[in-house]
């Protein structure tokens, strides 16, 4: 009963974030986001499939892959509360829990076949590049969704905090690299930087420090002062990262 | 990125499902259901959970473990489409999965010190006795339930479809063993079977079948006949099940 269980993943994540910074602290909040999820074979079947294109949402359940060194705490501190109380890991959806699994609901956007491969299509995810996945679960309203239920500190969803801005530089760069890309990335990089990314202890401080995420295959930089964002640059990273 | 990762159960479930056979078809069916989830060192510190209080439902992420040694099937068949219509694994919330993965939010009824143990008290699951959980998470009723969400063929809870009476044995049997392990075990029974468990391809059949189910440590049986179950008897297990 106290044994370990082995779980080979059935699909991998691809996603528009190359590090955990920046990623949105929770599924939906950025409904523009777009990953596909790539089923492995022996999966990679369209009958296995076959039916979820009736649902408008699945779960994901996948691997918190890039913490797998990290030791379990008994006690974390979530950005929502500023990052400066503590709750219980299993009173929160903290990375560093004892089984790093996660567990996100996205909407259901399609399933293609891609140059062989299968893949379904995930809308407003929070997936880093690379996450691996165990499980895919039609999201069943009436029995995921409890009525009544109610969530504590974080019952409703988290606001925008920080106004946004860019310089003129920046929106042609969102220009150039949007059209490349396929993808509105003024619109992405606005919603995605007035959430804050940046960790909850540096959110009073205003001295105008630098901030930078990775995105596609681009650095975005920004600087916040008394609350407000500006994006300076978007650029090519100097090499892929992994 | 394709190497199988491990986990190691948090703690077990005891719930009074003794085998699969009753069990209702998801969480929340039967809110009169209580199960206790026991939780293992050295995750059984007050600490590691603190704040959970302020959440009314959990997720809870386990294994399937009766169905280990199954193998996965691309297409199942659910008994809400009768038993008789396939649709993908993925599409479905199956246990024959590739990764025997469980998923279900249940009521959090408390969290309890018993004789040294750390016991979460949950309310409405559908976990047999003795399942191995791998996570806990708080539901968060703004990330986890996407507004317009829809759900195919299974967007409804499914309807109650046997009428259920009792013989004034099985009634007293009901009273006497309901005192005995403080349960309402009537109401119980009534809403199980109600759901009507048997098996989908054995729901148009009416020739005085006799069903059994172990629940707690009896077995109660009963006969169907035109779309109504009849309670004959409870009692108790002739030996313990494992």
Not at 124 to 141: A, E, I, R
Request: hydrophobic fraction near 40%.
């Amino acid at each position: 009963m106290r044994t370990a269980f082995q779980f080979a993943p059935v699909g991998v994540i691809h996603s528009c974030f190359r590090e955990k910074f920046g990623i949105p602290r929770q599924p939906g909040l950025v409904p523009g986001l777009t990953a596909r999820l790539q089923i492995h074979p022996p999966y990679d079947r369209e009958e296995a499939f076959r039916g979820l294109e009736a649902f408008s949402h699945v779960w994901i359940l996948f691997v918190f892959h890039a913490n797998l060194q990290q030791p379990w705490r008994p006690m974390v501190r979530p950005p929502r509360l500023g990052g400066n109380r503590q709750v219980g890991v299993f009173a929160s959806r903290s990375p560093f829990r004892p089984n790093p699994l996660g567990l996100s609901v996205v909407a259901l956007k399609g399933l293609e076949r891609q140059g062989g491969r299968l893949e379904l299509i995930l809308g407003g995810g929070d997936f880093l590049d690379g996450t691996p996945v165990l499980d895919v679960k039609p999201y069943l309203p009436y029995a995921d969704c409890p009525t009544q239920a109610h969530g504590g500190w974080a019952d409703a969803m988290p606001p925008a905090t920080c106004e946004v801005s860019f310089t003129e530089s920046a929106r042609e760069a969102c220009r150039d690299h949007g059209r490349r890309l396929g993808e509105d990335l003024e619109v992405l990089v606005r919603t995605l930087v007035s959430q804050d990314p940046r960790p909850a202890y540096k959110s009073n401080e205003s001295n105008k420090q630098r901030f930078a995420m990775k995105l596609f295959d681009l650095d975005v930089e920004w600087i916040v002062e008394n609350g407000h964002a500006r994006i300076l640059s978007l650029h090519p990273l100097s090499k892929d990262v992994p």
